[in-house]
């Protein structure tokens, strides 16, 4: 929670400098055009979303709040939608099917929190502004860079589950025990 607070905070802070910084140097009152551009952006979001998700995959869409998952379920290919929030999926109990499985996660600003078998293959990817990982014992910090790490185990694995994160500000910890 400490960590998401300071994401948030930082984010803002970021945010707010970059649109003063654009108005002081350009002499326009960029706060003038804030809300209307993120208006119409929330429009065409809302509109375009249902383009990005692949056909037949179920979506969560939670604007502010966490989504857990643990215990026993069944893992299928997913999309979870979050403004801010926590992503938190405990594996270990789950069930995933042989093959590959793939959770997509897009939001602002994100927490997310991997546990998962050792048996189970992982490939993660972040596509975020700012991303703070630690995956798999590699701790990373990347401005404005992809980043991406699989398992050991992923090529060879009978079951492998594929993370693709879409942020802004992502946080990611994956855990495999």
Same mark, same amino acid.
């Given at each position: 929670? #400490?960590?998401?607070?300071?994401? &948030?905070?930082?984010? @803002? $802070?970021?945010?707010?400098?970059?649109?003063?910084?654009?108005?002081?140097?350009?002499?326009?009152?960029?706060?003038?055009?804030?809300?209307?551009?993120?208006?119409?952006?929330?429009?065409?979001?809302?509109?375009? #979303? !249902?383009?990005?998700?692949?056909?037949?995959?179920?979506?969560?869409?939670?604007?502010?709040?966490?989504?857990?998952?643990?215990?026993?379920?069944? @893992? #299928?290919? =997913?999309?979870?939608?979050?403004? &801010?929030?926590? @992503?938190?999926?405990?594996?270990?109990?789950?069930?995933?099917?042989?093959? =590959?499985?793939?959770?997509?996660?897009?939001?602002?600003?994100?927490?997310?929190?991997? $546990?998962? !078998?050792?048996?189970?293959?992982?490939?993660?990817?972040?596509?975020?502004?700012?991303?703070?990982?630690? @995956?798999?014992?590699?701790?990373?910090?990347?401005?404005?860079?992809?980043?991406?790490?699989?398992?050991?185990?992923? $090529?060879?694995? =009978?079951?492998?589950?594929?993370?693709?994160?879409?942020?802004?500000?992502?946080?990611?910890?994956? *855990? *495999?025990?």
């Amino acid at each position: 929670m #400490k960590n998401k607070n300071r994401l &948030v905070f930082g984010t @803002v $802070l970021v945010l707010w400098g970059t649109l003063s910084l654009i108005g002081m140097v350009a002499h326009i009152n960029v706060w003038a055009y804030f809300w209307p551009v993120v208006l119409i952006g929330l429009g065409l979001w809302l509109i375009a #979303k !249902p383009g990005f998700s692949y056909k037949g995959v179920p979506v969560t869409l939670r604007p502010l709040a966490d989504i857990r998952r643990d215990g026993e379920w069944i @893992v #299928k290919d =997913e999309e979870f939608w979050i403004l &801010v929030g926590d @992503v938190d999926l405990d594996l270990t109990r789950a069930v995933l099917p042989p093959g =590959e499985t793939r959770i997509r996660l897009f939001g602002f600003v994100g927490n997310v929190e991997l $546990l998962i !078998p050792e048996d189970i293959g992982v490939a993660i990817s972040s596509h975020a502004f700012v991303t703070d990982a630690k @995956v798999l014992g590699e701790n990373i910090d990347h401005f404005w860079v992809p980043y991406s790490n699989n398992s050991s185990n992923y $090529l060879t694995a =009978e079951k492998k589950l594929v993370v693709e994160s879409g942020m802004f500000v992502a946080s990611i910890k994956v *855990q *495999q025990l």
